[in-house]
């Protein structure tokens, strides 16, 4: 399934959470289900904190991304953008908060799912909830705004 990373254009695809031009990166994928919207990623053994836990920095990383991908796709709804190759608005991350619940189990599936808490024409609120296992372990909310489609051009 096609997330809104694929969307960005190649000067946006660098992230290293959600790059899809990034090698090394997490390379998540962010889309609607509904009226939330879903990131899946399954951590590698190197995401370790401690052992069969997943790093905190990294459960961070991808809910920033998520939050940022979830925000890009709400203005692309609000704007009535049909998603095609490298249309995608964009946003960069005006702040990030991250509430550990419980140690997140290295082994499986994780899924981010957000919710749009709010939006007007240049920023979006996202809060989001991680599960591993069906257990809730972390929540986010990121404040993202909307960049112009030159911004980070060399």
């Known amino acids: 399934m096609k997330g809104i990373q694929d969307y960005y254009p190649d000067h946006f695809a660098q992230c290293y959470g959600c790059g899809r031009l990034n090698e090394h990166g997490h390379q998540i994928k962010t ?4 009226e939330e919207t879903i990131t899946k990623f399954v951590p590698k053994e190197y995401h370790t904190a401690i052992p069969g836990f997943v790093y905190g920095g ?3 990383s ?11 796709l709400a203005f692309a709804k609000q704007q009535g953008i049909e998603l095609c190759e490298h249309n ?3 946003c960069v991350t005006a702040s990030l908060q991250v509430k550990y619940l419980k140690p997140t189990p290295i082994e499986g599936e994780i899924e981010i799912r957000g919710k ?3 939006i007007n024409e240049k ?3 996202v809060t989001s909830e991680l599960y591993a296992g069906g257990q809730l372990c972390v929540t986010g909310e990121v404040i993202a705004v909307i960049v112009p489609d030159n911004f980070g051009e060399k």
């Open 31 to 34: 889309y609607w289900e509904g």
């Open 58 to 60: 990294m459960l961070a």
């Open 62 to 72: 991808i809910i920033d991304c998520h939050g940022t991908g979830s925000a890009a």
């Open 88 to 90: 995608a608005p964009r």
């Open 116 to 118: 749009i808490a709010s």
């Open 123 to 125: 920023k979006a609120t």
